[in-house]
């Protein structure tokens, strides 16, 4: 195990800005995961408030989502603060700095066929920009076909697609993102991966607890699920921001919407992230010659 950000390579920063995601072997030890682990028990046991089901089967299986729980939970606090993660972003990114933006988990019981839709990012989120990776990390083993799946290079196709309203999937009214009312002549349709998935160049790995599939939150990403009966999913996934990200209030909607906090911590449109909330954790020291 090369564990912690000795273990990106120049060939990793390469795919990852070409392809908007690369999936990074075995470089968070196992001590981390123990501590995650418990730390999405705490979580399950008592959700917070943004905590939502995606989905629950007619047999009780149930995907469920939850995020920004960082501050409340002391293995997830001590993750973001001490791991080798917010170094990881920056030399994926080949950032100058990097700062934390939000942690969310996924989990699915054994056996949960619920496919998250394909879908972006950053469009939902209450910052814009392109230098952006988020980092998602099973906590136990999970087959490829169950993994997360990444539509490659859709980081720089361009286009301003319509996202799904994941409040009407799941029919939570909070964090709507709609853009029924939204005059924007740029906006296209998004596209059916699902139904024309041969058109797609589509990437996904077996992947095995320590290992990281850190990506852009403009690529195009969507699937998990097709679990087997005797396979759940635990997943927990943090968000970093670099060096061209600037918060952005989205008349559509945001998910999760970081308005309220952002405004109350003197945070408005145009500025860069900072403040307890949103910690820078890594800066480049000076660059070897
Ligand atoms: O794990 C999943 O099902 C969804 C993950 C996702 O969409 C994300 O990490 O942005």
């Not at 392809?19 to 123990?34: E, S």
């Not at 299986?61 to 920004?68: A, I, P």
Request: hydrophobic residues 35%; glycine residues 8%.
């Amino acid at each position: 195990m090369t564990d912690g950000a000795a273990g990106i390579t120049d060939q990793h920063v390469a795919d990852f800005a070409r392809d908007g995601v690369v999936c990074l072997r075995q470089v968070i030890g196992a001590d981390w995961i123990d501590s995650l682990r418990a730390g999405v028990d705490k979580n399950i046991a008592q959700p917070s408030t943004r905590g939502r089901v995606w989905d629950r089967d007619a047999s009780g299986r149930v995907t469920f989502y939850d995020s920004q729980a960082w501050r409340d939970i002391a293995e997830y606090q001590d993750f973001v603060e001490h791991s080798p993660m917010a170094e990881i972003a920056g030399r994926i990114m080949d950032a100058e700095a990097v700062n934390f933006f939000f942690d969310a988990i996924f989990t699915r019981s054994s056996g949960s066929q619920f496919r998250t839709p394909f879908h972006q990012d950053e469009p939902y989120w209450s910052v814009d920009g392109f230098d952006t990776c988020s980092a998602w990390m099973p906590l136990v083993a999970v087959e490829k076909r169950s993994a997360l799946e990444f539509v490659r290079g859709s980081h720089t196709w361009g286009h301003r697609y319509a996202q799904i309203n994941f409040a009407a999937l799941t029919g939570d009214e909070r964090d709507q993102v709609s853009y029924d009312e939204i005059d924007d002549d740029g906006l296209v349709p998004f596209p059916d991966i699902e139904g024309n998935r041969a058109d797609y160049e589509i990437l996904s790995w077996d992947m095995e607890p320590g290992d990281v599939a850190i990506f852009n939150a403009r690529i195009i990403h969507g699937g998990s699920g097709l679990l087997r009966p005797d396979r759940d999913l635990k997943v927990f996934n943090t968000q970093w921001l670099g060096d061209d990200v600037r918060v952005c209030f989205r008349p559509e909607g945001m998910d999760p919407d970081h308005r309220q906090v952002m405004t109350e911590q003197g945070l408005r449109p145009g500025d860069r992230v900072g403040g307890p909330l949103y910690p820078e954790l890594w800066r480049r020291g000076p660059r070897q010659q």
